[in-house]
């Protein structure tokens, strides 16, 4: 069994630099966009603040809303319980 987090972790690092260079050539809104995103790398060089931005940027890239990148589903502990409950 393969550790899915570090695994995407570790081949998103290993691509960081290709992407940056992709993501270089974009024009247009976009490519304003992915900039002002990966300034961010410039003020804060961080293995983390790579991968946020490199995400980011890819999202932007592919023309979709980095807003909605992930979304979080947050249910009530409540609610929680009660399904548990109920499938057991």
Request: proline share 5%.
């Amino acid at each position: 069994m393969v550790p899915l987090i570090p695994k995407f972790m570790s081949q998103l690092d290993h691509y960081t630099e290709k992407l940056s260079r992709v993501f270089r050539k974009k024009g247009g809104i976009a490519g304003r966009k992915i900039t002002n995103i990966m300034a961010v790398i410039d003020q804060n060089d961080t293995m983390a603040t790579r991968r946020a931005c490199s995400l980011q940027a890819l999202v932007v890239y592919l023309n979709e809303d980095p807003e909605k990148l992930v979304k979080e589903y947050i249910m009530p502990r409540e609610k929680w319980i009660r399904q548990s409950s109920a499938s057991m």
